[in-house]
Every structure is written in structure tokens, then in C-alpha cells.
């Protein structure tokens, strides 16, 4: 298949890249290199030494003979780019990255919530948009988030995407139907993912596109088999405060010395993925699109179910690392419960990386290797949810925010 990798410099969307091209399939990256700019914005960088989008096609091609092509189009901004790099190319597939995908990067301040609504909804409309108009019946998979559901759970499974409903008639009779399953956002990130949705629906309605959304979980590890290659394809890895997600934080300040940053109780129950089954997952999908006419796809991308301080208190164990209850700068539920149903990658042969067994591998390979790059100044989280929160959690230097350590 040809395929259009948008956002395919990213953190899945690069070790997608390298997997699907390995299969042997013909991959296009289109991407406006944001995050490497937010980085030089944060004044931050990943973990591990990544080399320019041009370089890492040059290995991977040296190391495979298989090409990677890179296109500078950025689909908030370019639409008339865009448009004409699909009319040329007419992809089979187009798989969906391209979106600013941090929580606390989209509450930093104002502008960046500006930023974070008009790039990830004009993207996403963008590409709806010109697949219409150019009557290409390419499959368009989506990286959605499990955050569309919220986590104010009532104890029972959240479905794949969509909720069977009871409404009652005037008559008394009971009309059933599905609908999409309520949106509940935390975060305005959170939120134009919700409203992605929204566009899908109409979209797959009014114009019969076929479309797949992915409601991932919380992302860990950083290899996928193809990334191990050579140490030029090595994927980013982000521990800083913004971009750095909750497992991988644990990891790599456990690698340095740092007290593991639980946010309130750590009550907060997510769902989580290895990356190298994120990338599984979404060939899954490519090899089973949806019918022209049928509704939006939805895949619960998930493998585990997890509670921020039971993973702290496990990496604590198997580290020694200690842990700092700190003060919530979020506005979420302290405590939640969560079960989410998965049986659709689970019935399509997807066998999951389990943490127990892949944790301490992550540990070893890539923390501890790369500690030395971590600035310690940029692990604290200060990006508040409100300002009444900011107002208590910001400006504290190192260690001086700690309620406790343990
Ligand atoms: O040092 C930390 C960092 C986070 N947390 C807590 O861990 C939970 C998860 O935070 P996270 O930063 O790991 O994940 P989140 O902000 O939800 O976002 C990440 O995970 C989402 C999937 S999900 O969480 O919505 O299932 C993806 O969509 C996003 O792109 C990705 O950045 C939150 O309750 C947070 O308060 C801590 O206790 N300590």
C-alpha cells in the first residue's frame, strides 16, 4: 500500500513509519517538524539523541535499501499543499499523527490553547476535507486518545467507541440505538480530540469516508524491533514536564536519583501500551478498514490498566527509588476506577507486552543509558490546570514543592 504518515517525525508516528515500511509498504511522512520546535520553545530535548528527519530516512534506507519520503507540509496551515500532495500521490491509506498531543503543554497559558485547538482541529479538517474533495477513498486511521471518555467511571467497561442506549418513546416503548459514548475531556488537548470525533462522524456520514479511530492509552517503552536497528533510528524519548508521560517519567527519574513525581494520591487509574503494540495495533487497523458507508471504526488502544501509585510503588521497589507526593497541578478525579473492553485487537491476534515483563528491559536499555542528558530542572510539571492551581504550585525550585517523600 502507499501510505501517508502525517505527523510520521513523532513519537509513534516514526517507529509507525519504520514498521510499515519494513512490511513492505510505501511510506510518505508528511510533517512540520512541531515538535522539534516545541522542544527548542521548551528549551528541553528527548532523552535520547535523535538525529534530523533526513538523516534518520538516509540510515533506515543504508540499513534496508527501503526508501522513506519526508514532505515539510504542515495540514493546519498548508491546506493547498496538502491538497496537492494527495490529488499527486493518491495514497491507499492515510494514518493520522499530526496533532500537538500534550495535556499539559495544551494548559500552559492562553496561547498555548490557542495554539493547541486551531492546529489539531484544522489539521484533522484539513485532511477531511481534501480526501473529499479529491474523491479519495483512502482509509484515514486517527490517533484518539482514552481521555474522550473521562474518567468519572461508574464501574462499568467502557465500550469500543460507542454506547448502547435505551431512549423510551411517547408510547412507552423502548427505542435502542448506539451512540457515540459521551465526551468528558480533561484537558483541552484532551478536547479537540473530542471534537475530532465530531468531524469524523460527519464526515464517514455525509461524504462515505472510511475512517478508523484509535482511543489510545497512555504510551511507554520507546524500541520497537525496527527503532533497534541502528542507533541513528532510535525513537525520542520525553521526560520533561509537559511531554513526558506518567510511566516513562518513573523510569528515568528512578535512573537519576529522582523521587518519583506522583501527582496527589496517585489514585488516578489510566490506561496504558507498549509502543512496539501501539505500532502493532495500527497495522491492525490498515489491514481492516471499514466499509465504504459503515460508520467510524473504534479501536480501544489499550493493553493494561494501571494506578499512578501502584506503578510508582513498583518502580520504587525494583529501584529503590523514593516518591514524592506532590500537589496536583491538574484538575482530575483523585481517585477513579477504570475497566475499558479491548476484545477487538485482542480477537484480531494482537498479544500484548505485559509490563512485568518489559519493564525492567526499558529501564536498563534506554534510562539509564541516556541519564547523563537529563536537565533536572526540566522534570517538575508546572503547567496548572486553572489559575487558582497555579497560583499554589508554581515557581517552587526542586525538591521545595515536595508535600512528602517517602
Ligand atoms: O509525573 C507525573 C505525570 C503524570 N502523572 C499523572 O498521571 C496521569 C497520566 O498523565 P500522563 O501525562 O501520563 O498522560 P496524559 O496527560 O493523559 O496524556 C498522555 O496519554 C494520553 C492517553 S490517555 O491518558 O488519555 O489515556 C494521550 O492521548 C496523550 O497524548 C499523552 O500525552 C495523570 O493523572 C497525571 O496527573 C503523575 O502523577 N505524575
Not at 26 to 48: A, C, F, K, M, P
Not at 286 to 296: E, H, Q, Y
Request: charged share 20%; proline share 4%; with cysteine.
Amino acid at each position: 500500500m502507499k501510505i501517508a504518515v502525517m505527523g510520521g517525525d513523532g513519537f509513534i508516528g516514526w517507529p509507525t513509519s519504520l514498521h510499515l515500511s519494513d512490511a513492505g509498504h510505501d511510506v510518505h511522512i508528511l510533517d512540520n517538524l512541531s515538535r522539534r520546535w516545541i522542544d527548542t520553545e521548551l528549551g528541553v530535548q528527548s532523552l535520547t539523541p535523535m538525529d534530523s528527519i533526513q538523516e534518520r530516512t538516509r540510515i533506515w534506507h543504508a540499513e534496508t535499501g527501503r526508501r522513506i519520503h519526508f514532505n515539510l507540509i504542515d495540514l493546519a496551515r498548508d491546506y493547498e499543499l496538502l491538497k496537492n500532495w494527495l490529488s499527486e500521490h493518491r495514497p491507499d491509506a492515510v494514518i493520522h499523527f499530526a496533532e500537538q498531543r500534550a495535556a499539559p503543554y495544551s494548559m500552559k497559558s492562553d496561547r498555548h490553547k490557542n495554539y493547541t485547538v486551531n492546529n489539531n482541529v484544522s489539521a484533522t479538517h484539513n485532511l477531511l476535507n481534501a480526501l473529499t474533495e479529491l474523491n479519495l477513498d483512502a482509509h484515514l486511521i486517527h490517533l484518539g486518545t482514552m481521555g474522550v471518555y473521562g474518567y468519572s467511571t461508574v464501574g462499568a467497561a467502557i465500550p469500543e467507541g460507542y454506547l448502547p442506549v435505551g431512549i423510551e418513546t411517547p408510547a412507552g416503548e423502548t427505542v435502542n440505538q448506539e451512540i457515540l459514548y459521551p465526551s468528558n475531556p480533561g484537558s483541552i488537548y484532551h478536547m479537540t480530540k473530542c471534537l475530532d470525533q465530531l468531524l469524523f462522524q460527519f464526515y464517514a456520514k455525509n461524504d462515505v469516508l472510511r475512517i478508523t479511530d484509535l482511543h489510545q492509552g497512555i504510551v511507554w517503552g520507546t524500541h520497537t524491533e525496527q527503532t533497534r536497528r541502528h542507533a541513528q533510528l532510535i525513537n525520542r524519548f520525553d521526560y520533561d514536564g509537559d511531554y513526558g508521560t506518567v510511566l516513562n517519567r518513573f523510569l528515568i527519574q528512578a535512573a537519576i536519583g529522582y523521587p518519583l513525581t506522583v501527582h496527589g494520591t496517585g489514585g488516578q487509574t489510566r490506561a496504558f501500551i507498549h509502543i512496539q503494540d501501539s505500532v502493532r495495533c495500527i497495522e491492525l487497523a490498515l489491514k481492516n478498514p471499514p466499509a465504504r458507508g459503515a460508520r467510524v471504526e473504534i479501536f480501544n488502544q489499550m493493553t493494561e490498566t494501571h494506578r499512578v501509585r501502584d506503578l510508582a510503588q513498583m518502580i520504587a521497589r525494583m529501584s529503590g527509588a523514593d516518591i514524592a507526593w506532590l500537589p496536583n497541578p491538574r484538575k482530575e478525579a483523585a481517585e477513579n476506577e477504570l475497566i475499558v473492553q479491548n476484545e477487538k485487537f485482542r480477537n484480531l491476534g494482537l498479544e500484548p507486552i505485559t509490563l512485568e515483563a518489559g519493564l525492567l528491559g526499558e529501564i536498563v536499555d534506554v534510562a539509564k543509558k541516556f541519564a547523563y542528558r537529563v536537565d533536572r530542572s526540566r522534570v517538575p510539571a508546572v503547567s496548572a490546570w486553572t489559575k487558582d492551581i497555579a497560583a499554589t504550585i508554581n515557581h517552587d525550585p526542586e525538591g521545595k514543592r515536595l508535600k512528602s517523600v517517602s
